[in-house]
């Protein structure tokens, strides 16, 4: 799971940079198959769902005019991966 955060994480900052070249719908069928196995973290990846949604949503308004908004829609999609990859990475994470 973590391979394909990471892989969706990589495509999301390829889009921010070049908003027209990259379609993040694939990257949304995929995690939307991951989900399905996500056990107890599936309201996580509903949220990184979402994110990514609105990431997507957003792409046009970031390649017209660097609007804000978009920005920030890219930025709260990064943060949301960032977060389901790192529950992936520290599995034992209960203090000692």
Do not use: W
């Amino acid at each position: 799971m973590r391979e394909v955060l990471q892989r969706v994480k990589e495509k999301l900052e390829q889009s921010f940079d070049n908003p027209g070249a990259y379609d993040l719908e694939q990257c949304l069928r995929e995690l939307e198959q991951l989900k399905a196995t996500a056990g107890d973290k599936q309201q996580m990846m509903e949220d990184v769902i979402r994110a990514i949604t609105h990431a997507k949503n957003a792409q046009a308004q970031l390649a017209n005019a660097g609007d804000e908004s978009a920005t920030n829609a890219f930025a709260e999609a990064y943060r949301a991966l960032d977060q389901a990859i790192e529950s992936y990475s520290n599995v034992d994470n209960d203090p000692v």
